[in-house]
């Protein structure tokens, strides 16, 4: 049945598509996907966000109604009370398996020189082996900041770094991600805090080094685009890297527990998800810390300034996907300079997930309507205003982004560039 228009309805009220009619592959009716971004809330006591899709048949004159699914609402316990949060207290959250024991005594020492004190540590280990976890112990011990908890067995980075999330403390505000083998510049947390603002979620560029911190690479954005500021994008390839992230409290709780999804997970991918539908991201464009490439690496490691061999793996495939974007992404071949720009997108106003939580903000997470979204070979991109969507398998995708770009507006403040969206 030809379709002139669809729409999608959420607990009864109409929502836009942003695009209908998409190419689609994988079924005979070959012009039959859409997709659209849309708030999810939910209200009172509901036990479930009813989600529909509406359309009108070319040459018909009223709408027919199907549903699409049903969104279980998922709910909190108390939790603390804002009086006994410190707001200020930020949870360095890190996961471990078997680390180099040089390079992670170089990385809780950069932890330790940051100019920034008000912090702990907690660190989950992912199990390692017993002389690499008496290692752990041996650096952490007698210091009263840092808190390790062994799994009882293998779970992998990405439960891992879910439990992490878990062991931070009930009372910090703030929450930072730390992997076991970076090294941290002294100013990393003070200019993070500083600069995260009303942002849900801040992020800084990064320097490659070898093991010896050799210089392999100034930036992490010379061979893709950065995005801060769409979400379709940032649901198609993540540009936010969790080390480099420090985000509050809440975009914590609305992402736990982390949601089984197919294909290879990543849980800085669903952070910043997360964090960008429920407030505004910012970029700090400076490199904050250096990231270390060695061979030992459990997710693989970058390419550096020159032709390389890069590692069959995760994350090889996670931090080159930016090159599918069509057109520049804001940030685009930024290079690191003494002052460093603050830059922020608000996407307040879009859900990019299905566990809703009670009350009035819009939320992310996830369901089997969420492991519907784009994915490659899907269809071909949705080419709009310098990002791509594809169309889904099976029924079209409920998830993906606006249809407008940010465009920097500069405004200097306390030393450094800060600038908010302005849709073109």
Not at 345 to 350: E, K, L
Not at 389 to 397: K, L, S, T, Y
Not at 410 to 420: C, E, I, K, L, N
Request: proline share 8%; with cysteine.
């Amino acid at each position: 049945m030809p379709v002139a228009d669809l729409r999608f309805v959420v607990d009864g009220e109409p929502q836009p598509a942003d695009a209908i009619r998409m190419p689609r592959f994988d079924i005979a009716v070959r012009h039959s996907g859409f997709w659209g971004v849309v708030p999810v809330t939910a209200a009172g006591d509901a036990e479930a966000v009813v989600l529909e899709a509406e359309f009108r048949a070319r040459g018909g004159s009223g709408w027919e109604r199907v549903e699409l699914g049903r969104i279980a609402v998922a709910r909190t316990g108390d939790g603390v009370s804002e009086d006994a949060r410190r707001p200020g207290l930020i949870a360095i959250c890190m996961g471990s398996y078997n680390p180099d024991p040089e390079l992670l005594a170089r990385q809780i020492e950069s932890i330790r020189d940051q100019t920034d004190s008000e912090w702990v540590c907690v660190i989950s280990d992912d199990h390692s082996d017993p002389e690499r976890f008496d290692q752990l112990l041996a650096l952490t011990g007698g210091d009263e900041r840092f808190t390790v908890s062994r799994a009882p067995s293998r779970i992998g980075f990405y439960r891992n770094f879910e439990r992490a999330l878990w062991l931070a403390p009930p009372a910090a505000g703030l929450i930072a991600l730390s992997d076991q083998d970076d090294v941290w510049h002294p100013d990393k947390l003070a200019t993070l805090r500083q600069s995260l603002g009303s942002a849900a979620l801040v992020y800084s560029d990064q320097r490659l080094v070898d093991e010896r911190g050799e210089l392999l690479r100034d930036t992490m954005w010379r061979r893709r685009a950065n995005n801060w500021t769409n979400l379709a994008s940032l649901l198609i390839a993540n540009t936010v890297t969790g080390a480099a992230a420090l985000f509050r409290r809440d975009v914590a709780e609305q992402a736990l527990p982390f949601p089984d999804s197919p294909g290879i997970e990543f849980h800085d991918h669903w952070i910043a998800l997360t964090a960008m539908t429920n407030g505004e991201l910012r970029y700090v464009a400076g490199p904050l810390y250096d990231y270390v490439q060695h061979e030992a690496a459990v997710l693989g490691k970058v390419g550096g300034g020159h032709p390389q061999r890069v590692q069959s793996t995760p994350l090889a495939a996670h931090r080159l996907a930016g090159r599918v974007l069509p057109g520049p992404c804001p940030g685009q071949g930024q290079s690191p300079d003494a002052t460093r720009a603050v830059r922020t997108s608000d996407r307040a106003g879009q859900a990019a997930g299905t566990r809703a939580l009670p009350g009035h903000r819009p939320l992310a997470a996830r369901s089997d309507l969420a492991a519907r979204a784009p994915t490659p070979g899907a269809g071909r991109p949705h080419r709009d205003a310098g990002h791509g969507v594809g169309a889904g398998p099976r029924g079209g995708v409920v998830l993906a982004g606006p249809s407008a770009r940010a465009v920097p507006r500069q405004a200097a403040t306390a030393g450094h560039a800060v600038s908010g969206p302005a849709a073109l």
